[in-house]
């Protein structure tokens, strides 16, 4: 999405458990580690803006998000 300078919209997309898995070899099949995953927002690694827990299996905080 491209946005001219100043401009500002809100954006909604959908995480699933593949995105944030990782490939196991050993297993032959994806895998997503247990825990909680911090996710940030921002314009930049330097300039993050908004930040959540997410988890797979329990919750992280009283208001993680829960992937699916």
């Known amino acids: ?38 996710l940030q927002l921002g314009t930049s690694s330097r300039s993050i803006t908004a930040t959540t827990l997410a988890s797979s299996r329990t919750a992280c905080a009283p208001s993680a998000l829960r992937l699916r």
């Open 1 to 38: 999405m491209r946005l001219a300078p100043g401009a500002s919209r809100t954006v909604t997309f959908r995480l699933v458990r593949r995105d944030l898995s990782y490939w196991d070899t050993a297993g032959d099949e994806w895998r997503m580690g247990d825990g909680c995953y911090r």
